[in-house]
């Protein structure tokens, strides 16, 4: 799961490229109506390529067009950290892509290395989606958790970046577009001691539906920064709809909880059946604008 606790305790239509500084990642997905009455067998499976990390991909275990959800990490997580979250939404019809990405940032390399897993591990998926039953004529999802929270809203609002030196995107240069973005306890402003800039400005994607989400007890990413930064996103004329969890931290929305030091699985909390239900109702309603449009 994602380690911020840990790392406390030691340090005291759209597109969607990641710019830091100049940097582009790609992906491509869809997927048809999924069913709330509907629960699927799923089938479990790691993926790479020689420019990514592994890639854990959930999907129902059944013949059909599914809508595909991108799900990122956050700090010195994995794939695996999103697990749980995957095989509920991939029981409900959706075929899941939980990317490994790394999240060291001490050096110039390590931020370089971060995005061209993101790059490329968006880039792969897209180019085998298909295989996975992800139709791509169907809404993209982008699903991101803590750090995640602050790459799918970057990566997703972000339109028309192209790196064109190849540091950050030797896979690929191609754009794939986003339609729902779910960001989940991000630290937008600040985390532990460090301040951070959240500048939505050059950001152009006003296409996307956004839910931003915390639980009302998150003391490592706290309420204040999602409530805030969907403030300014609105501002800004993006649909956002900002959800606050009942009786949840940092890591119950994602059906687990930090207890005695370790993170451990609490697959009842409320917290992460509502967030599943979230990306389900996004995506269906934006698929169903589209049927109207």
Not at 52 to 71: C, H, N
Not at 124 to 140: K, R
């Amino acid at each position: 799961m994602d380690r911020l606790s840990a790392t406390m305790r030691r340090s005291g239509r759209a597109r969607w490229p990641v710019l830091i500084g100049v940097a582009l990642w790609v992906a491509a997905c869809g997927g048809d109506d999924s069913s709330a009455e509907v629960r699927y067998e799923v089938t479990r499976e790691v993926v790479s390529h020689e420019t990514t990390q592994d890639i854990l991909v959930f999907a129902p275990d059944a013949e059909g067009s599914w809508p595909v959800v991108f799900a990122l990490h956050g700090l010195d997580g994995s794939g695996e950290d999103m697990a749980e979250t995957s095989q509920r939404l991939a029981e409900r019809g959706f075929a899941v892509f939980a990317l490994t990405y790394r999240t060291d940032f001490g050096t110039e390399q390590g931020a370089i290395d971060s995005l061209r897993d993101l790059v490329c591990g968006g880039w792969y998926v897209g180019t085998i989606a298909g295989d996975h039953g992800g139709d791509l004529d169907q809404p993209v999802t982008m699903l991101g958790w803590s750090l995640g929270a602050g790459r799918v809203l970057e990566g997703g609002l972000n339109t028309g970046v192209v790196d064109t030196t190849g540091l950050f995107s030797p896979c690929s240069t191609e754009l794939a577009r986003v339609d729902v973005i779910v960001a989940v306890a991000g630290c937008h402003y600040e985390f532990g001691d460090a301040e951070f800039d959240f500048d939505p400005s050059g950001w152009s994607n006003k296409d996307a539906t956004i839910v931003m989400a915390v639980g009302d007890d998150d003391t490592l990413c706290a309420p204040w920064q999602t409530e805030q930064a969907g403030d300014e996103l609105r501002s800004l004329g993006y649909d956002v709809d900002v959800v606050v969890f009942d009786d949840a931290d940092h890591f119950l929305p994602f059906f687990v909880d930090f207890v005695d030091g370790e993170l451990v699985p609490d697959a009842d909390h409320p917290a992460g059946d509502r967030l599943v239900e979230i990306v389900v109702d996004a995506v269906d309603a934006v698929a169903a604008e589209a049927e109207t449009s």
